[in-house]
């Protein structure tokens, strides 16, 4: 495989619920990202990790937490989730710095009910 | 503070009809503008980097152009597979993206 993938690409929890987001990259880079994508809204940062290590944290709820084992993989550990957190959540990765810009995968739909 | 601004919203063209989608922006040490195309349930497709002002990238029927405050993505004689949500981004010199809302893109057969 090749690019960014991400699982499920879709997911329906209660907010009682624990549930994890996967990403996994195949393109050499070194910099990994999560973002929530809510309609009509710019793109939210919500972690970066550059060569595993967590470099970001957009003041991100407690209940969101990511976790990124490798450089080329990325988990997002969803637990009592609200019905605003509601959105699509998309992986990218990149280089380094970012120069030539950011791949996203094709991102989760989550709903939270 | 840095910022970016996507105009219009959205726009509905005929099939055929160019036209024109803007990107203004404010970022301290500019390192890059991006320009994405979203389809609707997918991520992001990177389509263009600009570096620097007076910059021209073309793919297709796409052209997008720099200044020092904005970026324009000129649409030529579009089709109906054109259809889309555009964002623009900038990078400054934190590295991190700052990203515009986007423009939905609807050409219409």
């Known amino acids: 495989e090749t690019g960014v993938t991400q699982t499920p690409r879709h997911l329906v929890m209660g907010m009682t619920n624990k549930k994890s987001l996967k990403c996994e990259q195949h393109?050499?880079?070194?910099?990994m990202y999560w973002y929530k994508q809510s309609a009509k809204k710019p793109l939210e940062l919500m972690f970066v990790y550059n060569f595993k290590e967590q470099t970001e944290n957009n003041s991100v709820p407690s209940r969101f937490s990511p976790e990124c084992p490798n450089s080329s993989h990325l988990f997002l550990h969803l637990h009592t989730l609200q019905p605003e957190d509601s959105a699509l959540y998309l992986c990218?990765?990149?280089?380094?710095?970012?120069?030539?810009?950011?791949?996203f995968g094709s991102g989760t739909r989550l709903t939270v009910v | 503070e840095d910022q970016v601004t996507q105009s219009p919203e959205a726009l509905r063209l005929q099939e055929g009809e160019s036209s024109s989608l803007n990107c203004s922006y404010t970022?301290?040490?500019?390192?890059?503008l991006f320009w994405y195309r979203q389809d609707p349930g997918k991520g992001p497709e990177f389509l263009f980097t600009?570096?620097?002002?007076?910059e021209e990238k073309e793919k297709e029927r796409l052209k997008a152009t720099l200044t020092k405050k904005e970026s324009f993505l000129h649409i030529t004689a579009p089709k109906p597979e054109d259809s889309a949500t555009y964002l623009c981004a900038v990078q400054g010199s934190n590295y991190q993206l700052i990203w515009g809302a986007g423009t939905k893109l609807i050409i219409k057969p």
């Open positions: 600009l570096y620097s002002a007076g």
């Open positions: 393109l050499g880079h070194n910099a």
């Open positions: 970022v301290s040490g500019l390192r890059g």
């Open positions: 990218a990765s990149s280089q380094e710095n970012a120069g030539d810009g950011y791949t």
